[in-house]
Antibody, heavy 119, light 111 residues
């Protein structure tokens, strides 16, 4: 069974940092490109970051560029999101999704993790 | 910054047909935007329904269909079931640092 489960969320103060993880299982992790997508409470979905299979190509949305860093460790079947300089507007549930450009579209395979930025 | 707009809410009767649309602030939505559609129930992760305009995933019921309609992407539900009540999001591809833009979402009520 394919799973992509995010973890590491919690309560953090404005200006603080947090590192999210996403662990994949049931598929060949290293062959998939990966994305982080978030959803603020009661709001819509927002794509924030993409990483290629080997980590050599990264794209970030304007809203997180310079503050969030996406990375991966294929040996551990894990995706990460280092979040620095957190703001109240970063409060959201963060999901990880997989895709293969041109072959397999973006899909989600597990629960997200809630990040709350508040003093 | 690109904005993708959907109807905020729609209501349909069980067994009826409804079409949700997805418009881009940059102009007409084309197949090159690879429109995807997701369904989301409360507290759940988004579930992919349709990709590349009109291709159903293996788990997507045949009553869901995708198309391009009048410069927009469209999702049509035919023979709506009570379990189809959910939020629906379209997603368009623009590439680069604006790789994907999600639509504002449509809350579908089955009543």
């Amino acid at each position: 069974e394919v799973q992509l489960v995010a973890s590491g969320g919690g309560l953090v103060q404005p200006g603080g940092s947090l590192r999210l993880s996403c662990t994949g299982s049931g598929f060949t992790f290293s062959t998939y490109e990966l994305n982080w997508v978030r959803q603020a409470p009661g709001k819509g979905l927002e794509w924030i970051s993409h990483i290629s299979t080997n980590g050599g190509s990264i794209f970030n949305a304007d809203s997180v560029r310079g503050r969030f860093t996406i990375s991966r460790d294929n040996a551990k079947s894990s995706l990460y999101l280092q979040m620095d300089s957190l703001r109240a507007e970063d409060t959201a549930t963060y999901y990880c999704g997989r895709e293969i450009t041109g072959t397999e579209p973006l899909t989600f395979w597990g629960r997200g993790t809630l990040v709350t930025v508040s003093s | 910054q690109t904005v993708v707009t959907q109807e905020p809410s729609l209501t349909v009767s069980p067994g009826g047909t409804v079409t949700l649309t997805c418009a881009s602030s940059t102009g007409a939505v084309t197949s090159g935007n690879y429109p995807n559609w997701f369904q989301q129930s409360p507290g759940q992760a988004p579930r992919a329904l349709i990709y590349t305009t009109n291709i159903r995933h293996s788990w997507t019921p045949a009553r869901f269909s995708g198309s391009l309609l009048g410069g927009k992407a469209a999702l049509t539900l035919s023979g709506v079931q009570p379990e189809d009540e959910a939020d629906y999001y379209c997603q368009l591809y623009f590439g680069g640092d604006q790789r994907y833009v999600f639509g504002s979402g449509t809350r579908l009520t089955v009543l």
